[in-house]
């Protein structure tokens, strides 16, 4: 059984992050792998709570307390496979998920502090790689049925291996050159270096999986032709149609950006892909507005690339140091300041500011951005921003990065040629059993639920693939650790 007394004997410890002047000077990431000692006294702080509220705080169902005593005895094997008994790609949420379970650890009661769930769970499937432990999972009988999955990022990838190790052909298609969506191309290598891409798509392709690269399915494939060939599809396009400011004067000017055309460009270089990126911050004094992870990842990017200074604006202001239980009671996710690793390299965090103009230099270049201080307030669910007279000031800027969020999918022939339309979100609706309008036409991630969590992703894909296996009339059942109306754990108002 757990120790009753772990999180007596420990403090909540994670592995010091690698120093900032030599993390800056490469894109490796910023955490060094725990040693076991640490790991497996952070594993001993789990008290196997009679209600585990951590499975509540992370869709995917995660049997956190099991792999927590299964890390403190040493017992890395079975800790992989209690992991991978409910998350496909615990590599990837490990690094990139803020850690809902956390938020709702019993150890976070009152101010308490959580076990450190995510640091565990990423170092168990670096044990796992290192013992070897992780094999492809070749299905004997094949179903004879073929799926079609369009778009490559987690919540594609989670349900062509479920899919797939049901025995179903199936083939995942995406736009760009390289399987991974936003993992690939958005997420910055000091947070995910691609070998962890990598590793899982060779399991993939062992386990059945095709992948095609280039395919901008509705354009170069017509929804037609993906009908015609195969037996339900899934729609895992994500949501990355950039939310933007096209109404402040001078948003026109050279220099302004989405934030990921900044941090596709960069990871493009990165990986050796491009030369160089036409959207860099070198030499220039950048202006992030967005204070969200997106806005963070852009910050340590400009920070490895050689800005001379960074401010990153955020319209609300400063939030507290600790939960607010009459604002988030526990165990819901909590609104307070959170310190990224890209914060400690540098840079300037604004708060309750706004931008009224974007300036130009004569010629058609941003030089500066004018911000006044703003207060925020709600009215029948609208926001109402009140600008401070008198506050107007300028920060200098040679690039703006717009990192404010996403409006959901794109706009693409593939939605017109299947009959499917975005909602009022920008997202695409789904039925109990994950279909669209469309009969036979599936959709999970973000393109359904709108911008989130990486491990809302791949609770969505699992979800999804079950009921495509049922749709199939595949034997048996898959897991479906979530519903199509599943929302995050919230406190009644």
């Not at 298609?173 to 290598?189: A, F, M, N, Q």
């Not at 609104?335 to 390299?345: G, K, M, S, T």
């Not at 965090?349 to 006044?372: C, H, I, K, L, M």
Request: glycine share 10%; aromatic share 6%; proline share 7%.
């Amino acid at each position: 059984m757990p120790d009753p007394n772990g999180f007596l004997r420990y403090d909540r410890r994670v592995p010091a992050r690698r120093p900032v002047p030599v993390r800056i000077s490469d894109w490796r990431e910023v955490y060094p792998a725990a040693t076991d000692d640490l790991v497996r006294e952070q594993a001993t702080r789990c008290m196997d709570c009679g209600i585990p509220f951590c499975h509540d705080g992370c869709p995917l169902g995660n049997r956190i307390p099991d792999w927590n005593d299964l890390v403190r005895t040493g017992n890395w094997s079975h800790a992989i496979e209690s992991l991978h008994a409910t998350n496909n790609f615990p590599e990837f949420t490990g690094r990139l998920c803020p850690a809902p379970c956390e938020a709702a650890c019993v150890l976070g009661i009152s101010g308490g502090q959580p076990v450190t769930i995510k640091q565990v769970e990423v170092e168990i499937v670096n044990r796992a790689v290192d013992l070897d432990l992780i094999r492809p999972q070749v299905v004997a009988k094949p179903s004879g049925k073929r799926i079609a999955v369009v778009g490559s990022g987690p919540a594609g990838l989670a349900a062509a291996q479920q899919l797939a190790r049901a025995g179903h052909a199936v083939t995942v298609y995406e736009r760009d050159d390289k399987i991974g969506g936003l993992l690939r191309y958005g997420i910055p290598d000091f947070k995910l270096e691609k070998e962890h891409i990598d590793r899982r798509l060779e399991q993939l392709t062992a386990e059945g999986v095709g992948f095609v690269t280039g395919v901008n399915v509705g354009v170069d494939i017509t929804a037609e032709q993906l009908r015609a060939e195969y037996d339900a599809v899934l729609l895992a396009c994500g949501a990355l149609q950039g939310r933007d400011t096209p109404a402040t004067p001078g948003r026109a000017l050279r220099g302004v950006h989405q934030a990921m055309e900044h941090l596709v460009a960069a990871n493009r270089v990165v990986n050796g892909l491009e030369e160089s990126t036409p959207i860099d911050a070198a030499g220039k004094h950048v202006v992030i507005i967005g204070g969200g992870d997106t806005g963070a990842d852009c910050l340590g990017v400009a920070h490895r690339q050689g800005a001379v200074g960074v401010h990153q604006l955020d319209l609300y202001p400063v939030p507290p140091g600790s939960r607010d239980e009459n604002r988030d009671p526990w165990p819901t996710w909590p609104w307070i300041l959170r310190d990224y690793p890209a914060h400690e390299e540098g840079g300037e965090r604004v708060f309750a500011v706004a931008v009224q103009e974007f300036v130009d230099d004569g010629t058609g270049q941003v030089r500066a951005v004018r911000v006044a201080e703003v207060s925020v307030t709600k009215q029948d669910g609208q926001r109402i921003m009140t600008v401070k007279p008198g506050s107007e000031r300028e920060l200098p800027a040679d690039l703006v990065l717009l990192a404010i969020g996403f409006e959901g999918t794109e706009e693409q022939p593939l939605l017109d040629q299947l009959g499917v339309a975005r909602n009022r979100r920008g997202a695409i609706d789904a039925t109990a059993d994950w279909q669209t309008s469309t009969d036979g036409v599936f959709v999970a991630g973000d393109m359904h639920r709108g911008a989130s969590l990486i491990v809302w992703a791949i609770a969505e894909g699992r979800a999804a693939a079950a009921a495509i296996h049922t749709y199939l009339d595949g034997p048996g059942t898959l897991p479906a650790p979530v519903t199509a109306s599943a929302q995050p754990l919230t406190a009644a108002r």
